[in-house]
């Protein structure tokens, strides 16, 4: 059932479906660009020219040692980012496998999810 | 065939709902209470333990990723009972922690890891459960969060357990590379023991000479314990040592089993180093802990000895072995940590004395050291017999001797504690502890244990029934 | 040529090779270093090695279960790190050094 949905709505186009969302990637990219030069009106200041951060003025050097309090966000991201690791295999056989890969990666998500959720009441998303 | 699955897997379904169960009620916010918790866990535990008995048929799931049958459930369930008792005596020290959900869900998750190890099939279950079941090891072993020496336990913990996987992991990579497989049955088809072959093999054995701390690869074993709290390195010492025991098994019989002449002389070695090096350690501590942690490495040594013997007596005499350490050592461990949650201390020096002011803690320590000494009533004895008469019916005499020399040596530093306890005066006066109910229920079961298990023969009848299918 | 090939240009024996180096490397790194967050270094040099090898292996045997092997690795090796930098943070507001030798409380 759910793998007819999936084809359904996913056609196999092969190759043909990369190069789409290359296309589809750029324009978003590119218009957005696009679109805030031409709508935007250009007028250059002292401090609009410098790096952006955050919007205040920068201040001192850049090479500074980061407070150690930015561990927890990139433990989080650590963990998090290389569990993308088994969604790509995952993707590639979903065609194949259907119903079950899909209820599997699910569980694994949710399991994921229950984590964040986790380091979320403990306040480690909390900005220092 | 869905239900196959279900019946397979029924002890790490069990486990993993538990983890959830408590994960879920942690993050709603659920009014905590620990003694709620605690039986939740207790009934799941002893429950598991029950449907591990339960009639299953011997077989395969997912491929050969899991491997189970009726000795496997076996070891399972002690590993199973040895938490329990690990919750029992801990749950003094547990209660009082801030974090005690996550320290539940943490030692729940290490088990998981570890019933997931020993039914591996496949390296590469292998490796996830051991990763599994190390990892949250060493948040554990940190877990008191202000004190220094728990932090420096936990970071020694995860580099070298680190550092043993990663010899471990070339070591399977050579395999795979000359075998073409990481499942165990192809592997055992496929290898003929060349050289690559060996160099890999004894990469793989260095991990787990790290995991069982087999001295040369101990010496993070006394650092650890000392440093972490009382419950973990118990559990260390009696649960993940026997779950690493306990897949080293299959590992040699059945993907190296072609290579028994490789294996055997490096085992015997191995084991020979280990009882005396960890004897010649254990006599000069002065701290309970770091002596226990030495009192293991020597056991660990017997353990590897008995290995050696022909397969079905070796699997059945390891296995038998294990139930009666964990409990010997266990209540141990739980006398350790009655008094140094009451004392704050944990050397030597606080035990003289002892019988004088707490005659149950004095006797129940007496028996749980004549256990682990291998002195005839306690259950101990029967199973060092068992493990040095597998090795001796293989043929390995001289190992034997050295290690039955061995065990009249220990008999010195063993009976010195005793000797402490009920003839010399007490150095610091301790007042009549009395033990919470957890720790008494501990006790209990240990006391029962260790003495029970020696005198009913039935109970390594069926184990070695069992174990015809290791 | 597709990715197969291209690896299979040069012999096995030099990735044995390679990696055997690297992990050599790994190893020193592990026990002549004492600084915590260097050995951590060294512990992943010693499994990237591993990687490389299982990598090498299952390419020329046409043979996958080496390259999902490969992605379990780095799971738990950032898993591994995860934890063991959360431990040296913890070592650090206890201790302000990250330095092993610092962390003689327990004899080595």
């Known amino acids: 059932m759910m793998t007819k949905i999936i084809r359904t709505f996913v056609p196999d186009m092969g190759y043909a479906s990369l190069i789409l969302l290359m296309f589809c990637g750029l324009i978003f990219a590119v218009g957005a660009i696009l679109v805030s030069r031409l709508v935007s009106p250009y007028k250059p200041g002292k401090v609009k020219s410098e790096p952006y951060e955050c919007g205040i003025e920068t201040e001192g050097p850049s090479w500074v040692q980061f407070n150690v309090g930015y561990y927890l966000f990139a433990l989080i991201f650590l963990v998090f980012d290389v569990e993308v690791v088994f969604l790509f295999p995952w993707a590639v056989v979903l065609r194949e496998m259907g119903i079950t890969a899909f209820i599997e990666i699910i569980i694994f998500v949710s399991i994921l999810f229950l984590g964040l959720v986790y380091a979320w009441r403990k306040g480690a998303l909390k900005w220092v | ?470 | ?108």
């Not at chain 2, 570890?114 to 590469?124: A, D, E, P, R, V």
């Not at chain 2, 704050?344 to 129940?364: A, C, E, F, Q, W």
């Not at chain 2, 009249?408 to 306890?421: E, G, P, R, T």
Request: hydrophobic share 55%; charged share 10%; with cysteine.
């Open chain 2, 1 to 470: 065939m869905t239900e196959q699955y279900f019946s397979g897997l029924r002890i790490e379904l069990f486990l993993t709902m538990l983890i959830l169960a408590l994960l879920v009620g942690k993050v709603l916010a659920i009014k905590q209470n620990p003694i709620g918790t605690l039986t939740l866990i207790s009934v799941f535990l002893i429950s598991s333990i029950g449907i591990s008995f339960m009639q299953n048929e011997s077989g395969y799931l997912f491929g050969t990723m899991f491997r189970t049958n009726s000795t496997i459930l076996f070891e399972k369930a002690i590993l199973l009972a040895g938490t329990f008792i690990v919750f029992m005596l801990g749950f003094e020290w547990m209660k009082k922690q801030k974090h005690f959900l996550e320290f539940c869900m943490l030692l729940l998750s290490t088990l998981l890891g570890m019933c997931f190890m020993i039914s591996s099939g496949n390296f590469l279950m292998f490796f996830l459960g051991l990763e599994l079941a190390t990892i949250p090891l060493a948040a554990l072993a940190s877990f008191d969060l202000d004190e220094k020496k728990s932090s420096e336990a936990g970071m020694k913990l995860i580099l070298s357990s680190a550092f043993a996987s990663a010899i471990l992991l070339f070591g399977i990579s050579f395999i795979y590379g000359t075998t073409g497989s990481v499942s165990f049955d192809t592997i055992a088809s496929a290898i003929d023991g060349n050289n690559v072959q060996k160099f890999g093999f004894i990469c793989i054995l260095t991990g787990f000479a790290f995991k069982i701390s087999a001295v040369p690869f101990h010496f993070w074993t006394a650092d650890v314990y000392e440093g972490a709290p009382v419950a973990i390195t118990s559990y260390l010492s009696v649960v993940s040592k026997g779950a690493a025991i306990f897949v080293l098994m299959p590992v040699l019989y059945h993907a190296f089993g072609r290579m028994s002449s490789t294996y055997i002389p490096a085992l015997i070695l191995l084991s020979t180093v280990t009882i005396i090096t960890g004897n010649l350690f254990a006599l000069r501590q002065k701290s309970m802990k770091r002596f226990l942690a030495f009192s293991t490495v020597t056991q660990a040594g017997y353990l590897l000895l008995g290995i050696t013997g022909n397969n079905t007596e070796a699997g059945a005499s390891v296995v038998y072995f294990m139930l009666i350490y964990i409990f010997s050592n266990l209540g141990a461990f739980t006398v350790v940590s009655i008094l140094q949650n009451r004392t704050g201390r944990d050397d030597i020096g606080v035990y003289k004395g002892l019988y004088k002011t707490n005659p149950t803690l004095s006797m129940v320590l007496l028996l749980a050291l004549f256990s682990l000494a291998g002195i005839p009533p306690a259950a101990g004895f029967f199973g060092k017999l068992f493990l040095l008469s597998s090795a001796a019916g293989a043929g390995y005499y001289v190992a034997v001797i050295i290690a039955s020399v061995n065990m009249v040596v220990s008999l010195y530093y063993y009976l010195n504690i005793v000797k402490m306890m009920f003839v010399d005066e007490p150095e610091i006066t301790i007042e009549k502890l009395k033990p919470a109910v957890t720790e008494q229920i501990s006790l209990f079961i240990c006391c029962c244990g260790i003495l029970v298990i020696g005198f009913i023969p039935a109970i390594y009848e069926y184990i070695y029934n069992l174990s015809a299918a290791i």
């Open chain 3, 1 to 108: 040529m597709d990715a197969t090939q291209i690896i299979k240009t040069i012999p096995i024996e030099h990735y044995v090779i390679l990696s055997t180096i690297l992990f050599a490397i790994g190893v020193t790194g592990v026990l002549m270093r004492r600084n915590a967050i260097i050995i951590f270094m060294s512990i992943e040099l010693m499994l990237n090695a591993a990687t490389l090898l299982l990598t090498a292996f299952s390419t020329y045997r046409s043979d996958t279960p080496g390259q999902v092997f490969v992605f379990f690795i780095m799971v738990v090796a950032a898993a591994e790190v995860a934890v063991g930098l959360a431990i040296i943070v913890m070592i650090y507001r206890n201790i302000k050094s990250i330095d092993i030798n610092v962390l003689n409380k327990l004899k080595w």
